[in-house]
C-alpha cells in the first residue's frame, strides 16, 4: 500500500518540490560564497594603485609634482592607469550585482518550496516556521545590507576615477596638442570639476543597483501576455443563444406553434440586452433561463474549427502566454419562468443550506462555471495559461443589465 502511495503523482511532486528545495538552496549559498570570492578579487584589484604611489612616492614632493604636472609621461602613466582600475571596478561591481539578485531569485524559490510544505502539513506554522514563506522576499534592493557594499565599492571606484581626471588635466594641454595633435576637451580642469567626476561614477553604480533591481522585480522571467476573451471572441455566443432559447420555446409551447415575436436569429440581435430588441417579446426571464443552465456553456459553438491552433502558434512560436477572461456570474435566481431555484441547484450540483431569515449558503456555485470552462477550452482544444473568471454580483436594473450584456456581447 505504501509503495502505491509513493507512486501517486502527488507524492511524485512532492519528491521533486524536495529534491527543487535541495538543488536551488545549494545553488543560493554557492552563489554567496562567489560574491565573497569575487569581492576579496576587487579588493585585490583596487589594491593595485597603492603600489604605484608607494614605489614613485619614494622621491619627495611626489604628489605635488603629479598635481602640478611635472612630468608628462608619468602623469599619463598613473591617470590612465587609475582610470583603468576604476572601470575594472565599475564592471566588477555590476558582476557582483548581478550574483546578488542570482543569490535573491533562489532565496524567493526555496521560500516558495518552504510554503509549499508549510501550507499542505502543519496547521499551526507560527509555532515552527522562523524562516520567510513569501516568493517576494527578500527585495532584489536593500541599503542595509549588500546596498553598504555597493556604496563601497563605488566610493573606491570613484576616488580612482576623479583622481585619474585630475592627474591627467595636470598635463591636458601637452597630453592632447603634443600626443593626440587636437584641443582639449576641458580647458582649465580644476578641483570642481573632479568632484563632479567623482559624483557622476558614484551616481552610475547606484543608479545601475537600482535599474537592474527593478527590472528583476518588474520583467526578468516574465513573457509577454494576450488576454483573451471568450463570449463572441473564441465563441459564437449569439447562435449558442438563440438555439438555447429556441429549445426552451418548444419546452414552453409543445406542439403548439411558437409565436414569430418569441423566437430569435442571430442576426436579429441588434439591441442589447435581447429583451430591447424591437418587434421582440423576449423577457428578462426568457434570458435567464438560458444562461441559468449549465448546457448553455459547456455546449458553445466554437467560432473557428482552428482558433486553437491559432492560439497554440502564438503562445509557442512567439512565447505569449496566454490569459483567458470572462465576465460569468452564473448562475442566477433572481429572474427565470423554467429553472426555479431547486432546479438550478439540481443542474449545478450546488448544495444549499437554509439558515435564519431566509439566508443560505450555496457550496460550489463559485466553481461551476469555472470548471465548465476550462472543460470547453480543453475540449475546444485551446491552450492557455491562466483563466480568469468574474463573479461579482450585478444589479439586474435595465441600465446595468445593458452593461452586463455590452461587455459579453461582439454585434
Same mark, same amino acid.
Given at each position: *500500500? $505504501?509503495?502505491?502511495?509513493?507512486?501517486?503523482?502527488?507524492?511524485?511532486?512532492?519528491?521533486?518540490?524536495?529534491?527543487?528545495?535541495?538543488?536551488?538552496?545549494?545553488?543560493?549559498?554557492?552563489?554567496?560564497?562567489?560574491?565573497?570570492?569575487?569581492?576579496?578579487?576587487?579588493?585585490?584589484?583596487?589594491?593595485?594603485?597603492?603600489?604605484?604611489?608607494?614605489?614613485?612616492?619614494?622621491?619627495?614632493?611626489?604628489?605635488?609634482?603629479?598635481?602640478?604636472?611635472? !612630468?608628462?609621461?608619468?602623469? %599619463?602613466?598613473?591617470?590612465?592607469?587609475?582610470?583603468?582600475?576604476?572601470?575594472? &571596478?565599475? *564592471?566588477?561591481?555590476?558582476?557582483?550585482?548581478?550574483?546578488?539578485?542570482?543569490?535573491?531569485?533562489?532565496?524567493?524559490?526555496?521560500? &516558495?518550496?518552504?510554503?509549499?510544505? #508549510?501550507?499542505?502539513?502543519?496547521?499551526?506554522?507560527?509555532?515552527?516556521?522562523?524562516?520567510?514563506?513569501?516568493?517576494?522576499?527578500?527585495? /532584489?534592493?536593500?541599503?542595509?545590507?549588500?546596498?553598504?557594499?555597493?556604496?563601497?565599492?563605488?566610493?573606491?571606484?570613484?576616488?580612482?576615477?576623479?583622481?585619474?581626471?585630475? %592627474?591627467?588635466?595636470?598635463?591636458?594641454?601637452?597630453?592632447?596638442?603634443?600626443?593626440?595633435?587636437?584641443?582639449?576637451?576641458?580647458?582649465?580642469?580644476? %578641483?570642481?570639476?573632479?568632484?563632479?567626476?567623482?559624483?557622476?561614477?558614484?551616481?552610475?553604480?547606484?543608479?545601475? #543597483?537600482?535599474?537592474? $533591481?527593478?527590472?528583476?522585480?518588474? *520583467? /526578468?522571467?516574465?513573457?509577454?501576455?494576450?488576454?483573451?476573451?471568450? !463570449?463572441?471572441?473564441?465563441?459564437?455566443?449569439?447562435?449558442?443563444?438563440?438555439?438555447?432559447? @429556441?429549445?426552451? *420555446?418548444?419546452?414552453?409551447?409543445?406542439?403548439?406553434?411558437?409565436?414569430?415575436?418569441?423566437? @430569435?436569429?442571430?442576426? +436579429?440581435?441588434?439591441?442589447?440586452?435581447?429583451?430591447?430588441?424591437?418587434?421582440?417579446?423576449?423577457?428578462? !426571464?426568457?434570458?435567464?433561463?438560458?444562461?441559468?443552465?449549465?448546457?448553455?456553456? $459547456?455546449?458553445?459553438?466554437?467560432?473557428?474549427? !482552428?482558433?486553437?491552433?491559432?492560439?497554440? +502558434?502564438?503562445?509557442?512560436?512567439?512565447?505569449?502566454?496566454?490569459?483567458?477572461?470572462?465576465?460569468?456570474?452564473?448562475?442566477?435566481?433572481? /429572474?427565470?419562468?423554467?429553472?426555479? +431555484?431547486?432546479?438550478?441547484?439540481?443542474?449545478?450540483?450546488?448544495?444549499?443550506?437554509?439558515?435564519?431569515?431566509?439566508?443560505?449558503?450555496?457550496?460550489?456555485?463559485?466553481?461551476?462555471?469555472?470548471?465548465?470552462?476550462?472543460?470547453?477550452?480543453?475540449?475546444?482544444?485551446?491552450?492557455?495559461?491562466?483563466?480568469?473568471?468574474?463573479?461579482?454580483?450585478?444589479? #439586474?436594473?435595465?441600465?446595468?443589465?445593458?452593461?452586463?450584456?455590452?461587455?459579453?456581447?461582439?454585434?
Amino acid at each position: *500500500m $505504501s509503495g502505491q502511495e509513493n507512486n501517486t503523482p502527488e507524492n511524485s511532486f512532492d519528491i521533486f518540490q524536495l529534491e527543487e528545495y535541495k538543488n536551488i538552496s545549494n545553488a543560493h549559498f554557492e552563489t554567496n560564497k562567489q560574491i565573497g570570492t569575487f569581492f576579496r578579487y576587487f579588493l585585490l584589484i583596487a589594491s593595485a594603485p597603492t603600489l604605484i604611489f608607494v614605489w614613485f612616492g619614494k622621491n619627495d614632493g611626489f604628489l605635488n609634482d603629479l598635481l602640478n604636472g611635472i !612630468d608628462t609621461h608619468r602623469n %599619463i602613466f598613473i591617470g590612465f592607469f587609475l582610470l583603468v582600475v576604476s572601470f575594472i &571596478g565599475l *564592471m566588477s561591481c555590476f558582476y557582483l550585482i548581478s550574483l546578488r539578485l542570482d543569490s535573491i531569485l533562489y532565496a524567493r524559490a526555496v521560500n &516558495g518550496i518552504r510554503g509549499f510544505f #508549510y501550507r499542505k502539513k502543519i496547521d499551526f506554522e507560527e509555532h515552527y516556521r522562523t524562516l520567510p514563506k513569501q516568493t517576494n522576499q527578500p527585495k /532584489y534592493r536593500d541599503s542595509h545590507t549588500f546596498g553598504i557594499l555597493v556604496y563601497s565599492i563605488a566610493l573606491i571606484d570613484a576616488i580612482y576615477f576623479a583622481t585619474g581626471t585630475i %592627474i591627467i588635466a595636470s598635463v591636458g594641454d601637452d597630453f592632447f596638442n603634443n600626443y593626440l595633435h587636437v584641443e582639449p576637451i576641458i580647458k582649465n580642469y580644476n %578641483i570642481w570639476w573632479s568632484f563632479g567626476s567623482f559624483a557622476v561614477f558614484f551616481i552610475s553604480h547606484i543608479f545601475y #543597483y537600482g535599474f537592474i $533591481s527593478k527590472y528583476r522585480r518588474n *520583467m /526578468y522571467l516574465k513573457s509577454s501576455i494576450i488576454g483573451i476573451d471568450i !463570449d463572441g471572441v473564441l465563441n459564437k455566443h449569439r447562435e449558442t443563444f438563440c438555439q438555447k432559447h @429556441l429549445e426552451n *420555446m418548444i419546452t414552453t409551447y409543445g406542439e403548439d406553434p411558437i409565436p414569430s415575436e418569441m423566437t @430569435l436569429n442571430p442576426d +436579429e440581435i441588434i439591441r442589447i440586452p435581447v429583451n430591447l430588441i424591437d418587434n421582440k417579446n423576449i423577457s428578462v !426571464d426568457n434570458e435567464f433561463d438560458v444562461f441559468n443552465h449549465p448546457s448553455y456553456w $459547456s455546449e458553445q459553438i466554437v467560432i473557428k474549427e !482552428d482558433i486553437g491552433k491559432v492560439i497554440k +502558434e502564438l503562445k509557442n512560436s512567439f512565447g505569449y502566454k496566454i490569459n483567458i477572461h470572462s465576465y460569468r456570474p452564473w448562475p442566477q435566481y433572481e /429572474y427565470g419562468n423554467n429553472l426555479n +431555484e431547486t432546479k438550478i441547484n439540481e443542474l449545478w450540483g450546488i448544495k444549499t443550506i437554509d439558515l435564519w431569515n431566509n439566508k443560505k449558503i450555496r457550496f460550489g456555485k463559485k466553481s461551476k462555471l469555472k470548471r465548465l470552462t476550462k472543460k470547453w477550452l480543453k475540449n475546444a482544444k485551446i491552450p492557455f495559461n491562466n483563466l480568469f473568471i468574474e463573479k461579482s454580483s450585478i444589479d #439586474y436594473s435595465s441600465r446595468s443589465l445593458s452593461f452586463f450584456w455590452y461587455n459579453i456581447q461582439h454585434i
